[in-house]
């Protein structure tokens, strides 16, 4: 049985499993899905088993991965971290594995189950994150989740040859609920 810590209508949100990190790790394969993420190293399949064995340990940040509910097929993962309870604040950051799975509303929909827990039961005032400015699907998103932008790293990636700008946004508990009425 698998454990369903979130769901929404089209997704839900489970805890990994081993046989997850031969996912990412094929997505980490892909280029499109390399330059979304900012990802330029290579990363081993121990890597990254070994980051996810880690992050379970992290009390700062909790890790999910998107599944289908029609099929229970990990689509993604997302993390709410850098949880800082002294200021009633965190990040959120997420990834799509599939081209197939973009522009259909589905990281939205799990981002919102993801704030919904963060400022409801967390407690959290301000969740922010971090974008590339190529990514415009993915900002266009944010915003519609009350997402503001609020500052730039200037050329702070350099992608095959060619420097990015790193945005900066955040959304309040105020603004998010402004938007879900």
Not at 62 to 85: P, R, S, Y
Not at 130 to 141: F, L
Request: hydrophobic share 35%; net charge negative.
């Amino acid at each position: 049985m698998t454990k369903k810590y979130l769901e929404s209508e089209r997704i839900y949100l489970r805890p990994f499993k081993k046989e997850d990190f031969q996912t990412i790790h094929d997505a980490l394969l892909n280029p499109e899905f390399r330059k979304l993420t900012g990802t330029q190293t290579y990363l081993s399949m121990e890597k990254i088993e070994n980051a996810y064995e880690s992050f379970k340990n992290d009390r700062s940040r909790l890790d999910f991965v998107i599944a289908l509910k029609e099929t229970d097929e990990a689509i993604g993962d997302l993390a709410l971290n850098e949880l800082d309870h002294l200021n009633n604040n965190g990040n959120v950051r997420i990834a799509l594995y599939k081209e197939e799975h973009y522009g259909k509303g589905l990281g939205p929909e799990a981002l919102n189950l993801v704030l919904e827990y963060g400022f409801e039961v967390l407690n959290l005032y301000r969740i922010g994150l971090n974008v590339y400015e190529y990514n415009a699907r993915a900002i266009k998103s944010y915003e519609k989740l009350g997402f503001v932008k609020e500052g730039v790293l200037r050329s702070e990636l350099l992608f095959n040859g060619t420097y990015y700008d790193n945005y900066m946004m955040s959304v309040l508990r105020h603004e998010y609920n402004n938007i879900r009425k």
